[in-house]
């Protein structure tokens, strides 16, 4: 089978790292990003150089009409997506609840929860046999937060990172029979510009020692996590989480 993949924040950090990886694993790929076109346009040249068929289209997950959009540029461009990486994500400056402003939460749930919830829902009108698709596979990047809570940093986050990883479970048995599995990574502190949104970029390297592994994590090493569960190496596995937090 053709194996085609859209892969939501795949400008930078993680979803940078996994459209190179799929580049490596024979994908056709689409390269979803938000607002750093020059990003994802050099992520768009090195997958090519890879010998990929690849594009790179901007949407912001958290609009249906945006992404009907974006699927409709994969179905005419790369053909019939066989899997998603719902990556795209967003925090914002570290803060307590009773300090946060509505527009900050609607934005955080908007961007962790409803955008991979309308990708997921429009990559099963492609994948189930009930709309002619032959299958698929879907991976959600959750994060170590929805164990966790992130009290005192961002309780918004971790609570929609919860939330994905409830949806992981639901989705991956509604669609259990018709060939889609659905899973989920919960990558821990890793080197990305990520935390330049919560207001430290060095966050990482500060927060080393608390990690028993007493280091960050690379984009490279998720990626792989993602890949692996995207391919049919994962065959049985559905509704699981991998958590990629170097012990946390
Ligand atoms: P990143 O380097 O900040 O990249 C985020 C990506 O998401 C960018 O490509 C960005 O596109 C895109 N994006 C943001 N909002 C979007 C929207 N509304 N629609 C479409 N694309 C959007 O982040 P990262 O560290 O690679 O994080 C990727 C995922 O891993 C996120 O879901 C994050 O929650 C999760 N995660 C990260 C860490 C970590 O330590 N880094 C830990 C746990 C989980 P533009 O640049 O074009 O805006």
């Known amino acids: 089978m053709d194996k085609v993949v859209i892969i939501t924040g795949g400008s930078r950090g993680i979803g940078a790292e996994t459209a190179l990886l ?14 750093d076109e020059k990003a994802a346009h ?24 945006e992404v009907i959009a974006l699927f409709h540029h994969v179905d005419a461009e790369l053909g019939r997506v066989t899997a998603l990486v719902n990556n795209a994500g967003t925090v914002a400056h570290k803060s307590r609840v009773d300090e946060m402003s509505e527009f900050r939460i609607l934005n955080i749930l908007k961007t962790n929860v409803l955008g991979p919830i309308l990708c997921a829902k429009h990559a099963v009108l492609r994948m189930s046999p ?4 032959q299958g698929g596979s879907i991976v959600n990047v959750s994060s170590v937060a929805s164990r966790l809570g992130s009290p005192g940093e ?12 409830t949806f992981t479970l639901g989705l991956s048995k509604e669609v259990a029979g018709e060939g889609i599995r659905v899973n989920a990574v919960r990558p821990g502190y890793i080197f990305t510009d990520f935390h330049a ?16 592994m007493a280091r960050g994590g690379r984009p490279d090493e998720v990626a792989e996590a993602i890949i692996w569960l995207l391919s049919d190496k994962a065959s049985y596995a559905t509704g699981t989480f991998l958590d990629l937090g170097g012990g946390r």
């Open 22 to 35: 799929a580049a490596r694993e024979g994908y056709r790929i689409c390269i979803n990003y938000h607002s």
């Open 197 to 212: 949104l919560s207001g430290d970029p060095d966050r990482v390297s500060k927060l080393e020692s608390g990690i028993p």
């Open 42 to 65: 050099s992520v768009l040249e090195q997958v090519r150089a890879l010998g990929a068929q690849a594009i790179a289209v901007r949407a912001d997950v958290s609009s249906e009409d």
């Open 130 to 133: 009930k709309h002619g698709g």
């Open 154 to 165: 961002y309780v918004d986050y971790a609570a929609s990172k919860g939330a994905l990883d």
